[in-house]
């Protein structure tokens, strides 16, 4: 089992950052791979960037996030982060981290077992 706490949310300008974190607790956070979703109001959640379990080789985005947006891990101490830069209003959403043991790299949101809360990232024009 692992249980999850996304954080780092907020309001940011148009082009600018933030990094979100998901802490995840359990012994065993090197063995599920994870991703991150977001949900607009209004609209059905979506992929964002999913990390293979291990040392986090093998990445995939949404093509909407590709090249502005980076997926890591941090093993050790049990956190996923997503980094997002140039920033957008279409950004805008709750992002949720996800982790699953059975689906490497799953684009849709029944590959995952495991769901945090979520944190609101809010990006004004």
């Known amino acids: 089992q692992v249980q999850l706490m996304e954080s780092g949310g907020g309001l940011v300008q148009a082009g600018g950052s933030l990094r979100l974190s998901c802490a995840a607790s359990g012994r065993t956070f090197s063995s599920y791979a994870m991703g991150w979703f977001r949900q607009a109001p209004g609209k059905e959640r979506e992929f964002v960037a999913a990390i293979m379990w291990g040392d986090g080789d093998s990445t995939y985005y949404a093509v909407p996030v590709k090249g502005r947006f980076t997926i890591s891990r941090d093993n050790a101490k049990n956190t996923l982060y997503l980094q997002m830069n140039f920033l957008e209003p279409e950004d805008t959403a709750v992002y949720y981290c996800?982790?699953?043991?059975?689906?490497?790299?799953?684009?849709?949101?029944?590959?995952?077992?495991?769901w945090g809360q979520g944190t609101q990232v809010t990006v004004s024009s």
């Open positions: 996800a982790a699953t043991s059975e689906y490497p790299l799953a684009t849709l949101p029944r590959g995952y077992d495991h």
